[in-house]
């Protein structure tokens, strides 16, 4: 073998380990679907909204003795809009998201009809209403609705929350929020809010 071939024998397998060498670049699975952020597209999500008030207090207001421990402690009357199509019952969430030990629950109320437009005040606190709708456990122990009631010289917002699904809850009587919060995941296809505030 000559001098020129031997040496283009040893360039060649000189290139071969310098290659061999150099790290290669690895690309991992989350960085192969990862697109540059001017053409990253955002799923457009598009959330329905109910109105939901009472004729007892505004947005933001006090809530009334009435519907509070001072006084007969019944529930105020609330009413809302024309819900999405396909709603098939509505469920209603009373909490205090400033209590003293993390959020206390006032009144769990579900499988409203999905005609129901308006709750008349003074709800009765048996477990099923004539409606069919069953109401929950609220914090105070009881089945139904228990106002507000906070430690005297605080100030603590309550908030009134409406959401139309698509379907009944398939639970008991005496349900906590956090199980109704729990089979309701999925099939919310609208939700309202009214805060009022209470101080004794």
């Known amino acids: 073998m000559g001098h020129l071939a031997v040496f283009f024998l ?20 989350e960085e192969e679907t990862i697109l540059p952020a001017e053409e990253a597209v955002m799923p457009e999500t598009e959330e329905a909204v109910l109105s939901l008030s009472s004729s007892a ?3 933001g207001e006090k809530i009334p003795v009435r519907y509070t421990c001072d006084g007969e402690d019944v529930s105020p009357p609330l009413t809302w809009s024309e819900p999405p199509s396909g709603t098939n019952s509505f469920v209603l969430i009373v909490d205090d ?5 993390g959020v206390f629950t006032h009144w769990v109320l579900f499988n409203l ?12 606190v048996q477990a099923q ?4 709708a069953l109401q929950g456990r609220n914090d105070f122990g009881r089945t139904g609705y228990g106002g507000p009631c906070p430690p005297a010289g605080s100030l603590h917002r309550y908030r009134f929350v409406l959401y139309a699904l698509d379907q009944p809850l398939d639970l008991p009587a005496g349900a906590s929020k956090n199980q109704v919060l ?3 995941e999925g099939h919310i ?9 209470y101080q004794r």
Do not use: H, K, N, W
Not at 97 to 101: E, K, L, T, V, W
Not at 113 to 124: A, T
Not at 129 to 132: A, E, P, V
């Open 10 to 29: 040893l360039l060649g397998v000189s290139s071969l380990v310098m290659a061999g060498c150099e790290p290669e670049e690895v690309i991992t699975p």
């Open 97 to 101: 998201p400033d209590a003293p030990r």
């Open 57 to 59: 207090f505004e947005e």
């Open 129 to 132: 209403l004539l409606s069919g």
């Open 182 to 184: 729990e089979y309701m």
């Open 189 to 197: 296809l609208a939700q309202g809010q009214l805060m009022g505030t």
């Open 113 to 124: 009809p999905p005609d129901s437009r308006e709750l008349p005040e003074d709800i009765p």
